[in-house]
């Protein structure tokens, strides 16, 4: 079963380091698999599949607000990370397709989502959590090979809008998706949440689905 670390607030490239080292730890056999939830500054990252017109400004414009703007190595195009924003990291060796592990990501969330009484779903032809025509749960993934190559390591991971500022989205077009928009659980409710009260609840999901 995993370890659990709450990160707390944490620059992005620092977690993203963090979770490097545990790939190559759990590679090498001198790790087991972890699950690190975080919250991080205004940060914007770009993946593998980011597309220019994504960006409504350029890059100096985002530094001069003090908001990062990073390039990674995980699937999608650009998204945003901020205050309030819970971002969930599992690093975890795994034997199933990607396919499947990123419906269970879905899954985690829907489920967590049950427990505030908002009915989350999937949308065809996209990878996510939406409630309607908004996402609520960014996913993006990088599927890391392990030397046996029957096996891999998951990092990158989840990004729920918990409390988070949905301003800093209109900087950006999400995922490079144009016709839908994003929400918050504090949106939907009208109440602010504990960051590690959600964490607690999408820790249990992950047990069970990932037992």
């Not at 419906?103 to 959590?129: F, H, P, Q, S």
Request: hydrophobic share 45%; net charge positive.
């Amino acid at each position: 079963m995993f370890k659990v670390f709450y990160l707390g607030k944490i620059p992005y490239l620092k977690a993203l380091y963090l979770q490097q080292d545990l790939v190559l730890k759990i590679k090498e056999g001198i790790a087991k698999d972890y699950l690190l939830f975080a919250e991080h500054p205004p940060t914007i990252t770009l993946g593998r599949s980011f597309k220019e017109s994504s960006l409504l400004f350029k890059k100096e414009y985002y530094l001069a607000k003090g908001i990062d703007v990073i390039e990674v190595d995980r699937g999608g195009d650009v998204t945003y990370h901020g205050f309030g924003q819970l971002v969930i990291y599992p690093i975890f060796s795994l034997n199933i397709s990607p396919h499947l592990y990123l419906r269970k990501l879905e899954e985690v969330i829907i489920l967590t989502l049950k427990e505030y009484n908002i009915a989350a779903t999937r949308k065809k032809d996209y990878t996510g959590v939406w409630i309607n025509a908004k996402k609520i749960a960014a996913i993006g993934v990088k599927f890391n090979k392990k030397p046996s190559k029957k096996f891999f390591i998951t990092s990158h991971g989840i990004a729920l809008n918990v409390n988070t500022d949905l301003e800093f989205f209109k900087l950006i077009i999400p995922c490079g998706i144009k016709e839908f928009g994003v929400t918050s659980l504090k949106e939907l409710t009208g109440s602010y949440f504990s960051l590690e009260e959600v964490a607690k609840n999408i820790e249990a999901k992950f047990r069970i689905l990932f037992a």
